[in-house]
Every structure is written in structure tokens, then in C-alpha cells.
T-cell receptor, first 113, second 113 residues
Framework: SQTIHQWPATLVQPVGSPLSLECTVE??????LYWYRQAAGRGLQLLFYSIGIGQISSEVPQNLSASRPQDRQFILSSKKLLLSDSGFYLCAWSATGTTGELFFGEGSRLTVL | KNQVEQSPQSLIILEGKNCTLQCNYTVSPFSNLRWYKQDTGRGPVSLTI?????NTKSNGRYTATLDADTKQSSLHITASQLSDSASYICVVKRDNAGNMLTFGGGTRLMVKP
């Protein structure tokens, strides 16, 4: 069966520090991968999605970046965090050419101080 | 513009009562509509999927309806339990648009004893 792992679960970082959130998927190949952000009490905002290794599409201009160095690995990064980067980050995957069901990781709560 | 609007934004009900959550969408062309349940601090999990030809679908105490003509969906929860306390998110997939999804802002449901 397929599983998705996301870490760290909780992160407290100072403004201006770097960020790296990692996500891996097991039990499937060539998944579509996504990074979403959810501000407190708000809906899900798509940040990045990837249909293959090295193929990243950005939905929202910001100081975040994403990379997909391997088929089932998706990394969210920042060189210098802003206060506004605080939020709940969710990694998700879906199978190519299907109904589009998203399978989410457990999330990473980022607090920038 | 492709949008998904959910109502109410939040809802408080007593344990054992029923409730209905609404989702209106303007996404076109329509492929399918999913309802997700998101427990606090967790990733969303799919409850049910509705395709164009389906009017009603049940998953235990959850019943989803779809009116493709009026572009409305509802999620009815019967005999609510404390564990139903969560955010419920309506997500619509466009046809012929890869895996691009449009998310509603969610309805935050609290079930009180």
C-alpha cells in the first residue's frame, strides 16, 4: 500500500533563517506531488506541484521554492523565512491519470518568530 | 473564473443531531467533486467522490449529493458524533485539465456533547 511521510512535524524558526521540509512517498511510482499551505482558519493554498523529476510548477510567487530530486521525494525550501511564512504545510500525492484523489501527509506546522 | 464556495463557514451542533454542509461551484468543465474531512492538525482525507452522473452517494453516516445542473453539492451528516468535529472541504476537479483542483474554503464543524 502507498504511504506518504512528511517531516518535521513541528518547526519553530527565526525570521531570516532557512527552511527545508521533506516529503517522501512509498508504494507508487511517478506520482504527482504537491505542496499546500494552510494559514490558521483558512483554506488550502497550492504552492507547488510536480508531475515528474525536476518538473516543478509554482502557483504563487513567494520566497519559497520546491525541488524533486527523486521520483518520490519532494522538498520545500526557503533561503530566508518571513513572518508570513508561518502556517501548516501539507505534502500530497495523486496518481497520474486518475480521478485526482489527493493523499495527504500529516503536515508540518511552521512558526516563524 | 473557477471557484468553489462553501457554507456555512462554521457550524456548532449537539451530538446526535444531523447537519448539512453546502458547496457551490463554478468550475467548468466539470470532472468530479470530492468531500474531504480534515481533523485539526492533520491532513485531509477523502470521504466521497461525486461524478457527473451521480446524484447521491453514502459513506456510513455521510451522504453526499450532487446537482450538476445547478452546480451544487451537499454533505449530510446523520446522528453526529464528537469525532465528526473537523473541517470539511469541497474540492472540484476540472475535466481536461490534468490534476488541477479547485478547493473550497471549508466548513468548520464542532459537535458538542
Amino acid at each position: 500500500s502507498q504511504t506518504i511521510h512528511q517531516w518535521p512535524a513541528t518547526l519553530v524558526q527565526p525570521v531570516g533563517s532557512p527552511l527545508s521540509l521533506e516529503c517522501t512517498v512509498e508504494g507508487t511510482s511517478n506520482p504527482n506531488l504537491y505542496w499546500y499551505r494552510q494559514a490558521a482558519g483558512r483554506g488550502l493554498q497550492l504552492l507547488f506541484y510536480s508531475i515528474g523529476i525536476g518538473q516543478i510548477s509554482s502557483e504563487v510567487p513567494q520566497n519559497l521554492s520546491a525541488s524533486r530530486p527523486q521520483d518520490r521525494q519532494f522538498i520545500l525550501s526557503s533561503k530566508k523565512l518571513l513572518l508570513s511564512d508561518s502556517g501548516f504545510y501539507l505534502c500530497a500525492w495523486s496518481a497520474t491519470g486518475t480521478t485526482g484523489e489527493l493523499f495527504f501527509g500529516e503536515g508540518s506546522r511552521l512558526t516563524v518568530l | 473564473k473557477n471557484q468553489v464556495e462553501q457554507s456555512p463557514q462554521s457550524l456548532i451542533i449537539l451530538e446526535g443531531k444531523n447537519c448539512t454542509l453546502q458547496c457551490n461551484y463554478t468550475v467548468s468543465p466539470f470532472s468530479n467533486l470530492r468531500w474531504y474531512k480534515q481533523d485539526t492538525g492533520r491532513g485531509p482525507v477523502s470521504l466521497t467522490i461525486m461524478t457527473f452522473s451521480e446524484n447521491t452517494k453514502s459513506n456510513g453516516r455521510y451522504t453526499a449529493t450532487l446537482d450538476a445542473d445547478t452546480k451544487q453539492s451537499s454533505l449530510h451528516i446523520t446522528a453526529s458524533q464528537l469525532s465528526d468535529s473537523a473541517s470539511y472541504i469541497c474540492v472540484v476537479k476540472r475535466d481536461n485539465a490534468g490534476n488541477m483542483l479547485t478547493f473550497g474554503g471549508g466548513t468548520r464543524l464542532m459537535v458538542k456533547p
